[in-house]
């Protein structure tokens, strides 16, 4: 495999998901919640992924993973296509990418100590078979993220949220992956401990290597840790960039609008901001709009947008656009 | 009590202590905390999980859940009358008709098997008396106000019909109907998605100023009230520790943990920074509070006194800036937003 191959490549993914046409007799459709969707991460880049909810961009992590098996579309992981194998071959594979999730409470189990939860993966992997050395690999887990020997003996209940989240950390870490989905890590936690956990995440990301997807629904945070960022909308890709040119110079009217909806700690700069509130709401993903799908809401959309559904095209070094006026 | 300019204060808050009792002991939810709301204002109440914020606002409309919540000390004088002295009958027609209320989660907080008509309809008829056709006619008028469009067809929908941020508009609504003075918010908008966010609290403050409603936010997030309230209170641990006006309070914060929230964050109108100034250690236990101020043990500005004596609230200006600190003087040069880098 060459050296700049990307670690993960993303290609046309698209999920739709049944619904309705059961018992009740509900009228059949078919929910679009992700929608042709490619994208590509290098190794030790983090990739933003941000969206309102039902955008479709957890669908997209789960997908990855091959926890939702995709409608089609390939996932490339270091070369392989994770959409053709079975459940024994991705064994191996979901020890390369780990998940760390919204709320790590409901994502450690009660009834295990903070050391059994940590040994788990040791021993499922095989990754250390002595018992001894894995109570010393648990240790250094626990140190890599910032918690005390004695937090072994814990039980999640004991915790605090950052603490807990932390734990939900050193486990994905166990297993030492190449790759993390990180869902909303911190969107959970307190704002005093959200900027712990961001500024863990780069410490692990320089210390080991690793590779993030980050998704996530607020701007500022994803600005602070991507190197590139992806906006989603309906299932789409609508946006997606390095960093400074998404946030400096965003092109797609949805992007523009999300960026001004995020409210600046600051009444003397916010008193003077112009602020572009979108009218209306996302609509449903079960009947997306004709067009692009996002013109019943957008500010400048023309005839053409809501008979025509935008291709995301280059429209700079880099960075693509689904919309024709971008 | 009547204030210089002739504004006149519409809720006092006067040394409130509500405490729980739980199995690892007596949690101090308010702990002898003192605010007030003058008319028209918007006021918000700010702080992390358990500070007590929620628990004020339960507080000030009765509705702690006993036997372990109990209001313990203090008085809640609305336009004057202490209401936590009124009857259960009396404080039924404070609830809805003079304190409007909107929560977080808009589904849980409405009827599912009500109409939408009847669930706005119903504290019209009850409270103001109306008759079930007038009743139906303003309820009308109250979702067109609230920007739902076509509302005679939408009066006969259910909940669960409505999106997150139309359950949100309808839940002003309901909190307008009997055109209250006082509209308690609690966490408004924090189940919803940034764009609509900014509708909801944009169509609040417009009523809020069309009606002179005053508003008391209850919130997590500094950055959501920093456009939208005239007074700020931080909240820790129980405790009030610093309030000022919105923009006294961003600009010059005089207490290390609303100085601490507000250079944790990072910010789109900055420069991004290579690394973010987190509040270091955890948030209180409130079973097992150290002596002396509660913010002490994650304190970067801490003095020996500080784990011996709570600090009261002082002025630190004549503005009505008030911090409980020690330490409040020394951190008037102390920038708010780090150096970029």
Request: aromatic share 4%; glycine share 10%.
């Amino acid at each position: 495999m060459k050296e700049d191959a990307p670690l993960l490549e993303v290609r046309n993914l698209v999920k739709h998901f049944h619904v309705g046409g059961g018992l009740f007799g509900g009228r059949a459709g078919v929910v679009r919640a992700v929608d042709g969707v490619s994208f590509a991460i290098r190794r030790g880049e983090t990739l933003g992924l941000v969206g309102e909810s039902g955008c479709g961009k957890t669908t997209v992590g789960r997908c990855l993973l091959q926890l939702e098996r995709p409608t089609s579309g390939q996932v490339l992981f270091e070369g392989r296509d994770l959409t053709t194998l079975d459940e024994d071959e991705l064994r191996p594979i979901r020890r390369r990418v780990q998940v760390i999730f919204q709320d790590p409470y409901s994502s450690l189990n009660p009834r295990m100590t903070v050391g059994q939860i940590l040994a788990e993966p040791l021993m499922v992997h095989d990754i250390v078979t002595d018992r001894e050395r894995r109570g010393q690999r648990v240790r250094e887990l626990l140190s890599h993220v910032g918690l005390l020997a004695q937090h072994a003996h814990r039980y999640p209940h004991q915790l605090s949220g950052g603490q807990r989240q932390r734990v939900g950390i050193a486990r994905a870490l166990a297993v030492e992956p190449a790759l993390i989905i990180c869902d909303e890590p911190v969107s959970a936690l307190d704002v005093s401990i959200q900027a712990q956990i961001i500024n863990l995440l780069e410490d692990l990301q320089a210390g080991f290597g690793l590779t993030y997807l980050f998704v996530a629904h607020d701007l500022s945070v994803v600005r602070h840790i991507s190197d590139r960022v992806a906006v989603m909308y309906l299932g789409k890709i609508v946006e997606i960039t390095d960093r400074k040119s998404l946030y400096d110079v965003p092109r797609h009217p949805y992007t523009k609008a999300l960026l001004s909806a995020v409210p600046i700690p600051d009444p003397a700069l916010e008193g003077q901001r112009e602020r572009v509130v979108l009218g209306g709401e996302v609509p449903s993903p079960l009947n997306p709009p004709a067009g692009c799908a996002f013109h019943p809401r957008c500010p400048i959309a023309i005839d053409r947008c809501r008979a025509e559904g935008p291709e995301l095209r280059e429209i700079g070094p880099g960075h693509r656009a689904a919309c024709i006026l971008a | 009590m009547l204030h210089s300019a002739g504004v006149s204060t519409l809720l006092s808050v006067e040394n409130l202590q509500t405490h729980f009792v739980t199995r690892s002991g007596v949690v101090r939810a308010v702990d002898d905390v003192s605010w007030d709301v003058e008319e028209g204002e918007t006021v918000a109440l700010v702080g992390e999980s358990g500070c007590g914020k929620s628990v004020s606002a339960l507080s000030i409309m009765r509705l702690v859940a006993g036997p372990a919540g109990r209001i313990v000390g203090g008085r809640v004088l609305f336009k004057g009358r202490d209401i936590l002295k009124l009857s259960e009958e009396e404080m039924r027609r404070v609830r809805g008709r003079e304190i409007g209320m909107v929560f977080q989660e808009p589904m849980t907080s409405l009827n599912p098997v009500l109409s939408i008509g009847r669930q706005l309809t119903e504290g019209l008829e009850i409270h103001l008396g109306m008759t079930p056709a007038d009743a139906r006619r303003r309820a009308a008028e109250l979702l067109g106000m609230v920007g739902i469009p076509d509302p005679e067809r939408r009066l006969a929908q259910y909940p669960h019909q409505f999106s997150g941020g139309m359950r949100q508009r309808m839940m002003i609504a309901m909190a307008l109907a009997c055109k209250p003075s006082l509209i308690l918010a609690d966490e408004p908008t924090t189940a919803l998605d940034v764009t609509i966010q900014a509708q909801i609290l944009e169509l609040m403050k417009d009523l809020s100023r069309r009606f002179g409603v005053a508003m008391l936010i209850i919130t997590h997030n500094l950055g959501v009230v920093a456009r939208y309230a005239d007074r700020v209170n931080v909240m820790y641990a129980g405790r009030i520790i610093e309030r000022g006006s919105a923009r006294e309070l961003y600009a010059r914060p005089r207490h290390p943990y609303t100085l601490g929230l507000l250079r944790s964050v990072p910010r789109l109108d900055e420069p991004r920074r290579a690394r973010l100034d987190p509040i270091e250690g955890q948030p209180p236990d409130l079973t097992r509070l150290p002596p002396g101020c509660a913010f002490t043990p994650r304190c970067a500005f801490s003095v020996a006194r500080c784990g011996v004596e709570s600090p009261p609230l002082a002025a630190v200006d004549q503005g009505g800036h008030v911090s409980a600190c020690w330490e409040a003087a020394h951190l008037d040069r102390v920038p708010v937003r780090s150096a970029a880098t």
